[in-house]
């Protein structure tokens, strides 16, 4: 038996105004080309959860040209985030037309269970842990069931746990590989449309299985840089501690994700920078604490936000860089906050910035608030959840004053002398440190 | 301090700060491309040269000063400039 894995994760700007401001700015779309880059994760799981006398081949969507062929399997399994999400049923429906059975999965079908049924012959929600070893049996039974429900819980402890395929992008061009830490966040912001949609509560790998998987994927690649495909990996501080002096002797580059408290801890901050973390992803989503009420239920950003700057300041001074995001068209923003985060940005030397628009993924908290509310502009948008395209009636303005906004703030934000200024400012605390 | 032994002094901060043998690495190779540099790895390695050698590349150039051959040219100039 041979099964297919393909993975779509590109996402791309859809407003022809945006697309042309990534064309000039380049640091503008920098992050998704990363994002759309990474290897699979989740289809990497899959096949290590596949039993051993099964054949597995693993794709990624630029593999696939629509215009060849397609490559048959007995069975294929394809997971997609929102933005591509519709391609992905495009290729599901020509797959089942061919004759092939289609399992759909990943974090959109898992939220929009009933849709993605509607392309597959099964689905999988939640992780594959759990789900795929008894699908797979099934299908050799010729006996495949409409649904799979994966563990929400437990899922990094034997024998759930299984150490993923890395073997599989051998010889592929990737210049990141990544290993996940963790799945969940505890801040359980309501726009979040992650892994924490898939957990019943935040649950973190042992750092031995860290470490395994770390050589494993980095040994895929000539020159390997880390991504940490977590959603936020330092909120056990006494794990991350733990992790870094883990990872400090594999002597990587590396890259993650996590919350502003992570400036809490100096000895942490101090591991990190011996690890080789060179940057940290941080959602700051708003420079004013008035503006992040409810984005979290227990207003936790909102507590944080005064002391944002001093916290950069802190990481950023023992030369691991901070990518700084900020959600626009937050409940609290008036046409006001362009400038505002203009200024925010400036004052904290941040390295690199990443702006986006608030966007209601379907089936997150956001997504039901907002339909409620009658605010969605259309009622099915998929294609346009990019993190760029407004696709709501914003609180404080109108649809044209945030596009507007946006295109003034990119434009303000990615261009060259801005983006000297902040390379500037990393080489001189590089240069301090010396 | 002539062109030759500037080329000697940044090859040994080079190596020292990227943990590689820049030897087999031509005057006029790209940096980037031969170390597989990333964009803040690129930084940091010109912020080692700026400390070393006590210079300061021009902010918009940055992105210019690719291989060894330019590294030692501006060296060789600052330094002139200096005296």
């Known amino acids: 038996m041979k099964i297919g894995l393909i993975a779509m994760s590109g996402i791309r700007v859809r407003t022809p105004e945006l697309a042309e401001l990534g064309v000039t700015l380049p640091q503008f779309v920098n992050r998704g080309k990363v994002i759309a880059s990474l290897p699979s994760l989740g289809l990497l799981t899959v096949a290590a959860l596949t039993p051993d006398d099964v054949e597995v081949v693993y794709r990624e969507i630029q593999d696939v040209n629509p215009e060849d062929e397609l490559e048959l399997f007995d069975l294929v399994g394809i997971s997609s985030f929102s933005a591509q999400i519709d391609e992905a049923y495009g290729l599901a429906d020509r797959y089942r037309a061919a004759g092939v059975p289609v399992v759909l999965g990943g974090l959109h079908v898992s939220l929009m269970p009933d849709e993605a049924s509607q392309h597959a012959d099964a689905v999988v929600l939640n992780g594959a842990e759990g789900a795929w070893p008894s699908l797979v049996e099934d299908f050799r039974r010729g006996d495949l069931q409409p649904r799979y429900e994966g563990l929400r819980s437990g899922v990094f402890k034997p024998p759930s746990y299984v ?11 990737y210049n990141r590989v990544t290993v996940q830490t963790s799945r969940g966040c505890p801040l359980n912001c309501e726009f979040c449309a992650a892994s924490l949609r898939i957990t019943s509560a935040f649950q973190q790998k042992p750092i ?7 050589k494993a994927a980095v040994s895929v690649t000539d020159q390997p840089f880390l991504e940490l495909a977590d959603d936020n990996t330092f909120i056990n501080k006494k794990w991350g501690r733990e992790f870094l002096r883990a990872i400090t002797p594999l002597g990587l580059n590396w890259f993650t994700e996590t919350d502003i408290s992570v400036a809490d801890d100096d000895e942490l901050l101090d591991l990190l920078a011996e690890s080789g973390c060179r940057q940290i992803l941080i959602g700051l989503e708003s420079p004013s604490g008035s503006d992040l009420g409810q984005v979290d239920p227990r207003n936790w950003k909102q507590s944080r936000s005064d002391r944002y700057l001093e916290a950069i300041d802190k990481i950023q001074s023992r030369g691991v860089s901070v990518n700084g995001c900020f959600i626009l068209g937050l409940d609290g923003h008036t046409p006001d906050i362009f400038e505002e985060v203009s200024a925010f940005v400036e004052r904290s030397g941040l390295l690199e910035v990443q702006l986006t628009v608030m966007t209601p993924f379907p089936g997150t908290p956001l997504y039901h608030r907002l339909h409620g509310e009658r605010r969605l502009l259309q009622e099915r948008y998929w294609d346009r959840c990019t993190l760029f395209d ?16 946006l295109r003034w703030l990119f434009a303000q934000t990615y261009n060259e002398e801005q983006f000297n200024k902040r390379k500037r400012n990393y080489m001189e605390i590089v240069k301090a440190r010396l | 301090m002539n062109a030759t032994t500037i080329e000697q002094e940044l090859r040994q901060a080079l190596t020292e700060a990227c943990q590689k043998e820049l030897v087999p690495i031509g005057l006029e190779d790209d940096l980037v491309h031969e170390l597989e540099l990333d964009s803040m790895a690129s930084l940091r390695l010109l912020a080692v040269v700026e400390k070393r050698f006590d210079i300061r590349f021009p902010d918009h150039l940055l992105g210019e000063y690719r291989t060894l051959q330019k590294l030692v040219d501006f060296i060789s100039t600052a330094q002139e400039e200096a005296l």
């Open chain 1, 390 to 405: 407004v696709n709501y009636k914003p609180k404080g303005m109108s649809v044209d004053e945030l596009e507007v906004g």
């Open chain 1, 208 to 214: 031995e299985f860290v470490i395994a998987e770390i």
């Open chain 1, 163 to 173: 150490h993923p395929r890395f073997d599989l992008l051998r010889g592929r061009p």
